[in-house]
Structure formats: structure tokens, C-alpha cells
């Protein structure tokens, strides 16, 4: 045991410092880009997914890097960028160094920021969950279980610590706590012995794809309630006039991260499809109650529950979808299975967005809902093996 939790914290560490400047940045861009630069709730969405979408680019090509040159050299491509991310940020809200930018202006730096945070997230993530298998063979689910604690723990940590700071000393310092993250943990990168990459034949994205799109697609509609919650629950919680949107966000991380401590065996002894069939379920139910909530205690418990419903389908689908692909594919197996999880996120922040101007703000959960029973729907194919 000793052996598995060396191997596994310091990969772990690594992705908490990484997702913490994917999440401190979510919410307080979600408020800065809508009250303090004046753009509508559907560029919010764009702002929001933007990110994701180029992390779905560039998902193959960082697990091709990953099993080409091994998966350290894409931590190590990925953690810089992820700090440049954050410059770019601070570079957009300058007036201590000059004249203030204009909206427009200050905008298109901040997508330039989503880019290049994207691509670095890309990189990082598929190198670190591909580094911790090949340290563990055998313990694919153990490896997603703890990285994906790691990475849930700092989004949910993370929006409420961007949010304090946003408030407390203005957005500029959301930039700079997004540079010094991934800092930290590209320090302990380097620190970390290589283990080589899978070499192999170039192989084309389609032919990955196919092997691993049904637990792929689950992933991608499980996640469309994580992202509503991101993007938009703080406008939320900001129009109906309530505090304590960084606790309820922060209750999404405690839900998940719970769950995956005290049942992330049970994809392993009960079966993947069946695991997400049932978390499935209490996530539209935490969903719905977010949709409908009344007050604040309800959509307090709904984001706790959707946190909880969500958090053992990532490794539930993730062993389905590497045990369908050769060692030599793992890491690009890893890098499409978790660009649903982007393209997911992309694809919400739009969408909602565009519901929110005629329908507000809660038909994000309305959309969450469906999404979480359309996944529950679709599970039972997963048990269909690629010919």
C-alpha cells in the first residue's frame, strides 16, 4: 500500500495545482466578463467553454506526445502554459499599469487565455493520468479515482478561492494566483522519475475514437451539470439574490469527493454500467433540485448531490474505455476518453448561455437534468463491446 500511495500523491499533487488554476478562474471570469465588462450571459458561455473546446483539439496530439516521448514531457509542455494562462488574464484588467483597456479588448486577451489554458490542460492531465497508470499497471481505476479526486477538489476549491480574491482585491489577483499554481506543481514534475511512452505506430483519431465513444459520450452528458454549476451558478445565486454561491460550489466538491472516497471500489466489484446507472440518477435528482430550488438550502443540497451522482462516473467509463485499447494507445485512449469531458464543458457554456437570456439563469440546471437522464439512457450500450 505504501508503494501505491508513493506513486500515486505526487501525481496527485500535480493535478490538484493544475485544476486549481482551471477552477479559481471559472466563476470570478463568469462575474468579471458579465458585470464588470458588461457582455451578455451567452459570451459568458463562450468565455466559459472556449477553454474546453480547444483542450477537445488538442486531446489526441497530447496523448501522441504522451506515448511518443512519454508522459512527463506533456506534464512539462502543459504547466507552463497553464501559468502563461494566467498572465494573460492579468494582462487584461491593467489599470495600476496604465489606461484602462477597453471591454472589447480586455475580452479578446481573456479568450487568448482560454486558449492557451486549454491547450495546457490538455497536456497536462493526459500526461499525468497516463504517467500513473503506467507507475501502477493494473490500477487503471485506482489511478482515475485519486486523480480524479485531485482534480474535483481543486475545482471545487478553486472557484470559491477566485471568488475571495476577485473580491477582496479585484480580478487582477485571479491572474496571478493562476500563474503561481501550476508553478508549484511543475516543480514537483520535474522532481518525478520518467517512465517511457508506449512508442507504436501513428494511430489515426478516428480509430481510437471508435474504440472508446460509448463511455465517451456518458462521460461527455454526465459532465454537462458539473459545467452548468461552474459557468453559472454564481449568476444565479447573484440574480435571485442570494449569498453563498462559492459554498454551494464548494458542496459540489464535497458530494463528489466523498462518494470517491468510500466507493471508488465499487465500479471494480459491481460493474461500471451498474455504478453509473445509480449515480446517474442522483445526479439529475441534485440537478432538479437546483432548477427548482426555492431558496438557498435546496440549491445548496442539489449542487451537493449533483457532486455526489457525478463523482464515480469518471472512473467507471475510464476503465471501460482503456480496457478496449492496446498499451501502446493508452494515453491517446485517455486523451479522447476525457475530451468528452471537454467538449462537454464547451458545448454547456453556449447552450446555457443562450437559454438564460429568454429563460434565466436556473434552465442551466433544466438542461443539466436532461442531459443526466439522457446519459442514464444511453448507459446500458455501453456493455456493448467494439467489434
Known amino acids: 500500500m505504501g508503494a501505491v500511495i508513493s506513486a500515486l500523491v505526487p501525481l496527485a499533487s500535480i493535478v490538484f ?80 499599469f496604465g489606461p484602462p483597456l477597453s471591454p472589447v479588448v480586455s475580452l479578446l486577451v481573456i479568450l487568448v487565455g482560454r486558449l492557451v489554458m486549454g491547450v495546457g490542460e490538455a497536456l497536462f492531465i493526459t500526461g499525468c493520468l497516463a504517467w500513473g497508470i ?3 499497471p493494473g490500477r487503471t481505476s485506482i489511478v482515475m479515482s485519486w486523480q480524479g479526486i485531485a482534480m474535483f477538489v481543486a475545482l471545487g476549491a478553486g472557484a470559491p478561492i477566485g471568488l475571495s480574491a476577485q473580491h477582496l482585491w479585484g480580478f487582477d489577483s485571479v ?40 463511455p465517451g459520450v456518458v462521460l461527455g452528458l454526465a459532465t454537462a451539470p458539473f459545467a452548468s454549476i461552474a459557468a453559472f451558478l454564481a449568476l444565479d445565486y447573484s440574480h435571485q439574490g442570494w449569498n453563498g454561491a462559492g459554498a454551494a460550489i464548494a458542496a459540489f466538491g464535497a458530494g463528489y469527493v466523498a462518494v470517491r472516497l468510500v466507493a471508488s471500489h465499487l465500479p471494480d466489484k459491481y460493474g461500471g454500467v451498474a455504478v453509473a446507472a445509480v449515480s446517474l440518477a442522483v445526479e439529475a435528482v441534485g440537478q432538479c433540485l437546483l432548477w427548482l430550488a426555492p431558496n438557498v438550502e435546496v440549491a445548496f443540497a442539489g449542487a451537493c448531490l449533483t457532486g455526489a451522482g457525478f ?24 486523451g479522447n476518453f476525457t475530451a468528452f469531458f471537454d467538449l462537454a464543458i464547451g458545448l454547456t457554456g453556449p447552450v446555457v ?9 436556473p434552465a442551466a440546471f433544466f438542461i443539466g437534468t436532461v442531459a443526466a437522464l439522457l446519459a442514464l439512457a444511453l448507459v446500458p450500450g455501453v456493455r456493448v463491446k467494439p467489434s
Open 175 to 214: 491572474g496571478w494566483l493562476t500563474v503561481a499554481a501550476p508553478l508549484l506543481a511543475l516543480a514537483i514534475a520535474v522532481a518525478l522519475p520518467a517512465v517511457p511512452g508506449g512508442g507504436g505506430e501513428r494511430v489515426p483519431f478516428y480509430k481510437v475514437l471508435g474504440l472508446i465513444w460509448r
Open 353 to 361: 448561455g443562450l437559454a438564460a437570456g429568454p429563460f434565466g439563469f
Open 311 to 334: 463523482s464515480l462516473i469518471f472512473p467507471a467509463m475510464g476503465v471501460e474505455a482503456t480496457n478496449r485499447v492496446s498499451p501502446e494507445q493508452r494515453g491517446r485512449a485517455v
Open 17 to 96: 495545482l493544475g485544476f486549481l488554476a482551471v477552477g479559481i478562474p471559472i466563476a470570478a471570469l463568469s462575474l468579471h466578463v458579465h458585470h464588470t465588462l458588461g457582455f451578455s450571459p451567452l459570451v459568458v458561455g463562450i468565455v466559459i467553454g472556449l477553454q474546453s473546446a480547444a483542450t477537445v483539439l488538442v486531446r489526441h496530439q497530447a496523448g501522441t506526445v504522451s506515448d511518443r516521448s512519454g508522459p512527463r514531457r506533456a506534464v512539462l509542455l502543459g504547466l507552463p502554459l497553464a501559468a502563461l494562462s494566467g498572465v494573460l488574464y492579468r494582462l487584461s484588467d491593467l489599470p495600476s
Open 134 to 136: 503506467a507507475r501502477l
